[in-house]
């Protein structure tokens, strides 16, 4: 997947999954600062992505750390 979204570009990827140019751009920020991006496959159990994402601290753009 890596591939593909260097072709287009990280922002252009994100928006091609639906999420808004400022989000994408927001995440686009935080990759550039070197932390990671997991995205998830939507299996119809959200509760478990959420377990996984909340026992190893991670965040989104609404839950992000003030820095």
Partial sequence: MLTSAAAVGLVGALT???????????????????????TVEDTGDPARANGVFTRHESY????????
Avoid: C, H, Q
């Fill in 16 to 38: 091609g999954w639906g999420l808004s140019e400022s989000d994408a751009k927001y995440y686009e920020g935080e990759v550039a600062a070197g932390r990671y991006l997991v």
């Fill in 60 to 67: 989104d753009r609404a839950t992000a750390p003030v820095m």
